[in-house]
Protein backbone atom coordinates (compact mmCIF):
# COMPACT_ATOMS: atom_id res chain seq x y z
CA UNK A 1 0.00 0.00 0.00
CA UNK A 2 0.83 3.68 -0.76
CA UNK A 3 2.48 5.28 2.72
CA UNK A 4 0.39 7.78 4.34
CA UNK A 5 1.74 11.30 5.28
CA UNK A 6 1.61 12.33 9.15
CA UNK A 7 -1.18 14.72 8.67
CA UNK A 8 -3.83 12.06 7.40
CA UNK A 9 -1.93 9.54 9.63
CA UNK A 10 -3.00 12.06 12.48
CA UNK A 11 -6.42 12.62 11.01
CA UNK A 12 -7.23 8.82 10.75
CA UNK A 13 -5.57 7.95 13.94
CA UNK A 14 -6.66 10.59 15.99
CA UNK A 15 -3.53 11.24 17.46
CA UNK A 16 -2.35 14.18 17.17
CA UNK A 17 1.45 15.13 14.52
CA UNK A 18 3.01 16.25 17.94
CA UNK A 19 2.25 12.82 19.44
CA UNK A 20 3.20 10.62 16.15
CA UNK A 21 6.40 12.53 15.84
CA UNK A 22 7.17 12.11 19.91
CA UNK A 23 6.19 8.22 19.85
CA UNK A 24 8.49 8.01 16.44
CA UNK A 25 11.33 9.81 18.63
CA UNK A 26 10.66 7.03 21.24
CA UNK A 27 10.59 4.28 19.32
CA UNK A 28 7.17 2.88 19.12
CA UNK A 29 6.70 4.04 15.47
CA UNK A 30 8.79 4.65 12.44
CA UNK A 31 8.33 6.47 9.31
CA UNK A 32 9.41 5.11 5.84
CA UNK A 33 10.51 8.39 4.47
CA UNK A 34 9.06 11.74 3.37
CA UNK A 35 6.71 13.42 0.53
CA UNK A 36 8.53 17.41 1.21
CA UNK A 37 8.80 17.94 4.28
CA UNK A 38 6.35 15.81 5.59
CA UNK A 39 6.98 12.31 7.33
CA UNK A 40 5.37 9.27 5.65
CA UNK A 41 4.42 6.43 7.08
CA UNK A 42 3.18 2.59 6.06
CA UNK A 43 -0.81 2.05 6.61
CA UNK A 44 0.40 -0.76 9.33
CA UNK A 45 1.10 2.54 11.47
CA UNK A 46 -2.67 2.74 12.09
CA UNK A 47 -3.02 -0.70 13.67
CA UNK A 48 0.62 0.19 15.94
CA UNK A 49 -1.17 3.48 16.73
CA UNK A 50 -4.52 1.34 18.30
CA UNK A 51 -2.32 -0.71 20.37
CA UNK A 52 -0.54 2.03 21.36
CA UNK A 53 -3.78 3.71 22.77
CA UNK A 54 -5.20 0.52 24.26
CA UNK A 55 -1.81 0.06 26.54
CA UNK A 56 -1.79 2.96 27.80
CA UNK A 57 -5.67 3.13 28.20
CA UNK A 58 -4.24 -0.13 30.25
CA UNK A 59 -1.58 2.01 32.08
CA UNK A 60 1.23 0.82 30.11
CA UNK A 61 4.32 3.04 30.05
CA UNK A 62 5.41 4.24 26.64
CA UNK A 63 8.35 1.90 27.84
CA UNK A 64 7.16 -0.47 28.24
CA UNK A 65 4.57 0.17 25.33
CA UNK A 66 7.82 0.30 23.01
CA UNK A 67 8.76 -3.51 24.53
CA UNK A 68 5.31 -4.51 22.84
CA UNK A 69 6.83 -3.75 19.36
CA UNK A 70 9.44 -6.02 17.33
CA UNK A 71 11.93 -4.09 15.35
CA UNK A 72 9.64 -4.67 12.51
CA UNK A 73 7.16 -3.41 14.28
CA UNK A 74 4.84 -6.49 14.98
CA UNK A 75 3.48 -7.04 18.08
CA UNK A 76 5.39 -8.79 20.40
CA UNK A 77 3.13 -8.70 23.52
CA UNK A 78 4.25 -10.33 27.23
CA UNK A 79 0.94 -12.00 28.06
CA UNK A 80 2.20 -12.59 31.57
CA UNK A 81 2.94 -8.78 32.15
CA UNK A 82 -0.74 -7.88 30.11
CA UNK A 83 -2.28 -10.39 32.86
CA UNK A 84 -0.48 -8.66 35.42
CA UNK A 85 -1.78 -5.60 34.25
CA UNK A 86 -5.45 -6.82 33.56
CA UNK A 87 -5.00 -8.46 37.48
CA UNK A 88 -4.11 -4.97 38.88
CA UNK A 89 -6.55 -2.86 36.76
CA UNK A 90 -9.35 -5.72 38.99
CA UNK A 91 -8.21 -4.97 42.17
CA UNK A 92 -8.47 -1.42 41.27
CA UNK A 93 -11.89 -1.73 40.15
CA UNK A 94 -13.08 -3.78 43.15
CA UNK A 95 -10.98 -1.01 45.36
CA UNK A 96 -13.13 1.88 43.52
CA UNK A 97 -16.29 -0.35 43.34
CA UNK A 98 -16.54 -0.11 47.48
CA UNK A 99 -15.53 3.21 47.91
CA UNK A 100 -18.49 4.03 45.46
CA UNK A 101 -20.25 2.00 47.72
CA UNK A 102 -19.66 3.58 50.99
CA UNK A 103 -19.95 7.10 49.08
CA UNK A 104 -23.57 6.10 48.42
CA UNK A 105 -23.62 4.95 52.04
CA UNK A 106 -22.73 8.19 53.18
CA UNK A 107 -24.82 10.46 51.32
CA UNK A 108 -27.72 8.44 52.26
CA UNK A 109 -27.42 7.12 55.50
CA UNK A 110 -30.01 8.13 57.78
CA UNK A 111 -28.34 8.05 61.07
CA UNK A 112 -28.76 11.63 62.49
CA UNK A 113 -24.99 11.77 63.17
CA UNK A 114 -22.62 9.21 60.71
CA UNK A 115 -20.32 7.97 64.03
CA UNK A 116 -23.59 6.46 65.52
CA UNK A 117 -24.36 4.24 61.74
CA UNK A 118 -22.65 0.62 62.86
CA UNK A 119 -22.40 0.77 58.95
CA UNK A 120 -20.26 3.74 58.48
CA UNK A 121 -18.06 2.39 61.24
CA UNK A 122 -17.53 -0.92 59.76
CA UNK A 123 -16.64 1.25 56.81
CA UNK A 124 -14.16 3.28 58.66
CA UNK A 125 -12.75 0.32 60.26
CA UNK A 126 -12.27 -1.15 56.46
CA UNK A 127 -10.76 1.78 55.20
CA UNK A 128 -8.49 2.20 57.89
CA UNK A 129 -7.37 -1.35 57.91
CA UNK A 130 -6.47 -0.98 54.39
CA UNK A 131 -4.72 2.23 54.78
CA UNK A 132 -2.64 -0.01 57.26
CA UNK A 133 -1.96 -2.89 54.70
CA UNK A 134 -1.42 -0.18 51.93
CA UNK A 135 1.50 1.73 54.42
CA UNK A 136 3.12 -1.88 54.92
CA UNK A 137 3.77 -2.41 50.98
CA UNK A 138 5.05 0.70 50.11
CA UNK A 139 9.32 1.15 50.61
CA UNK A 140 9.89 2.53 53.68
CA UNK A 141 6.00 2.11 55.36
CA UNK A 142 5.48 0.80 58.56
CA UNK A 143 6.29 -3.02 58.99
Request: net charge positive; aromatic share 4%; charged share 25%.
Amino acid sequence: MNPIDIAELARRSGVPASALRYYEEKGLIESVGRRGLRRTFDPATLQQLALIALAQAGGFSLREIAAMFAPNGKPRIDRSQVEAKADEIGRTISRLTATQRALRHVAACPAPDHFECPSFARMLRLAALAQTRRDRKRPGGAK
